[in-house]
């Protein structure tokens, strides 16, 4: 698909943007088909754009003193491969961003999507939009660690990925959940799953 019918069709979902302002979007963002289990960055990158996830699931992952890999984060469709502190403060990022199936990203220099959304109205909608949707998964998901248990922390996941929950390998579920493997298995089999 071409950049301004994915990028029309990706910016829809949040904000409508007249066609001057669609035009300025193409000029600074491109598509990308990245495969599955690809870097996207490392922890210690400076990173300097945001990927948005167009089609695909991957992860944030941090990895500790002992070489083990923590999920931070699963992205889909709709959500961004990016670390704002790296973005807003020039810091190198602490973590790992990784697709885990084929993914199709819109990517833009974040500096670049700055400059629109001083420019035009609908493009500051649009981030301050991308903004909301980060931070509302956030709190959702500090919510769920605070007050719902295993299984019903899985059952959130299997809701808010639907069918693409079937792409994502079980370890990465777990590690998303805050389950062992082993847990994972006896959750899954306690509700029919397997």
Not at 63 to 79: F, H, P, R, Y
Not at 144 to 169: H, M, N
Request: hydrophobic share 40%; aromatic share 10%.
């Amino acid at each position: 698909m071409e950049t301004d019918n994915l990028l029309k069709q990706f910016t829809s979902a949040m904000v409508q943007l007249n066609p001057k302002e669609l035009a300025a979007g193409k000029a600074v963002f491109t598509v990308e088909n990245i495969p599955g289990h690809q870097t996207i960055f490392k922890a210690g990158d400076e990173v300097k754009k945001v990927n948005f996830l167009v089609q695909g699931v991957g992860r944030y992952y941090y990895i500790d003193e002992n070489g083990n890999e923590k999920n931070k984060s699963l992205v889909k469709a709709g959500g961004a491969f990016t670390s704002l502190s790296s973005l807003i403060h020039h810091h190198k990022s602490p973590f790992y961003a990784q697709t885990l199936t084929s993914c199709v990203t819109l990517n833009v220099d974040y500096q670049s999507l700055i400059e629109l959304s001083e420019q035009f109205v609908g493009w500051a909608r649009f981030v301050r939009s991308a903004y909301e949707v980060l931070v509302l998964k956030k709190e959702k998901r500090e919510a769920d660690f605070l007050l719902l248990d295993a299984t019903q922390r899985y059952q959130e996941f299997i809701k808010e990925f639907g069918e693409e929950s079937q792409k994502i390998p079980l370890k990465h579920v777990a590690m998303y959940i805050g389950v062992t493997d082993v847990s994972l298995s006896r959750i899954r089999k306690q509700l029919g799953l397997t």
